[in-house]
């Protein structure tokens, strides 16, 4: 064997370094900062390198891996079988020479089976085991061995069936697949991330890896998580079916999310045509991420002819990789918007461009700090990308041409919609208009307060509310209440009937709970679970406007920034006004299941695991809410006691060996309908 070169030996360790550094800040801290096209030809380079010189292949080697190692924050969990990781085609010319390395394996039986073409989704990969039909466990991928127990967030996730649909499941399986956001979920998660002064997300992929790890599954259960499972494996390694199409079909009937747009392919040229349509048409309108497609020998059995190359990737799969989509064009200038919690946000007015087959002339800018921090000025040359392929990002200016005409930009100090004082509060990073009644606020108030996860009025779209505006019949939300069956049949495309629905569905929002108007309301810092939090705790909108800002702080999950937001929106006598216009039109100011003054849990850290008889996990938390108490995802020396069910796993064995109370379903019951006098003393073990 041949001496290897020095300066191969430091390049190869260098390629380590650094690869082993982007692996950690892709799996472990979601903050990538190694793009996707780079990560690929720094790991093709030192593949080519261990291949020529296997001497300086070693254990640790990112080749030899597939993700990073398992945070102490999560408990660990073993594989059924290793999940592996996918080789890279980037053009025709590669996969063909895929298809040729696998005849030289199974010769013509290839093209007796065909492909199966997917979508590859850009999100976070996930294991589910499911045993008897039932979830059980759900883990990251980890180092492919063994990933993080991430169950209590999965279970969050609507698109997971928490039992599969259907018979003859097999007795214990893992079924594998990606956990993503759509395009506009992603939006407002940002928009709310802006508004709460907090850093947005960079792209849907980082959100939705970042969301597996909350180490409070409520947050997760707040994001528009959805699920795509692409593979099933069993404990001896085998495959619930004959062909990858089978599988797909299999996980289907079971109720499991698949992707759209897969097919089956007779040959490489029919894979290749299928990737074409999909990178330069189908991926602009798709409402989620994708970063290729992948291509999967159909037959089952000739998948194990294959095996695996390398300990780390299969032979019989191959990710056809797509090209990014980025370009660069003038930033003309910085203009701002005005939202509906009266937040500016800067955007960017640029020189159309194509990207991706897409023009694109707009793309946000977040805030203020992340202009500065870009040091973006207006006429630079600017990177542009279509994060997850549709939403436009400015990536940073291009220095090297820049010729002294570029400005700095500033936020305006005075609100650009109706000229108000603009303020930064405490260390939020946002800017706001300070005047609650600005123009500006209402389009975007509007349709956040008619939304879904709001007042929930039906057939109050964009669209609707802009016509109502233009014609002058509301200014604010109280005068939705007044909107009659006969201005709206005056107004284009709007019908009798249409006319009525919509009336009839605004005067039904007036039965929403307290919980649902205050987050309709759009109160700075306050999202749907604060809103929950406060009216549960002052059950009317009397005791919360009463409250201080102290009192307010106290109520757990608050804290003093929401508590100093809210008792500020209160104080202000528009807000006073407004409230009463709404209480004049018969809107219900209360929370039905609103925590008890002294409940029989106050006090209480409650952890609840497992399946109960006859109570969902969101119902057995509202009960102990409701009675003062308190639900947390894990056990401590601090929980009071451990509701258990049905495989209630490793919560009940660590509750057991720290001495914790474990109780059934009956006795949370008992405790939660009965008086003090019927439950332990809070704290206690």
Partial sequence: MSAVPDTTTQRAAELKRVLARAQYEYYVLDQPALSDQEYDRLFRELQAIEEAYPGVRADDSPTQRVGAPVQSAFQPHRHLVRMLSLDNAFDQ???????????????????????????????????????????????????????????????????????LMGSGHPPLLEIRG???????????????????GEPVYVNPRNAAAGSMRQLDSSITAQRPLRFFGYAAVLPDGGVPAKSQWELLETLASWGIPVAPHRARCHTIAEATAWAHTIEHETRAVLGFAIDGGVVKVNDIALQDELGIRNDRTPRWAVARKFAPDMAVTRLNKIEVNVGRTGVLTPFAVLEPVDVGGATVTYASLHNADQIAAKDLREGDSVQVVRAGDVIPYVLGPVPEKRDGTERPWRMPELCPRCGSEVRRFGDDVASYCTNVACPGRQLEGLVHFAAKEAMDIDGLSYARIQQLLDAGYVHDVADLYDVTVEQLVALDRFGRKSAENLVAAIAASKQQPLSRLLFGLGVRHVGAQAAQLLAKQYGTLDAMMAASPAQLGEVRGIGDIIAASVASWFADPTVQALMERLRGRGLRLDEPNAVQADGPLTGFTVVITGTLPTLSRGDATALVERAGGRVTSSVSKKTSFVVAGEEAGSKLDKARELGVEVIDEAELRRRTDGGREQTVTAGTT
């Fill in 93 to 163: 010319g590669e996969l063909e020479a895929w298809e040729q390395s696998i005849e030289r394996v199974v010769g013509d039986a290839i093209h007796r089976s065909g492909y199966t073409v997917e979508l590859k989704i850009d999100g976070a990969a996930i294991a589910l085991t499911y045993r008897d039909g039932v979830l059980v466990t759900a883990t990251t991928r980890g180092d492919g061995t063994e990933g993080e127990d991430v169950t209590a967030n999965v279970r969050t996730i609507r698109g997971v069936p928490l039992r």
């Fill in 178 to 196: 990606e956990v993503y956001l759509p395009f506009a979920g992603f939006e407002r998660m940002n928009e709310a991330r802006v508004a709460a």
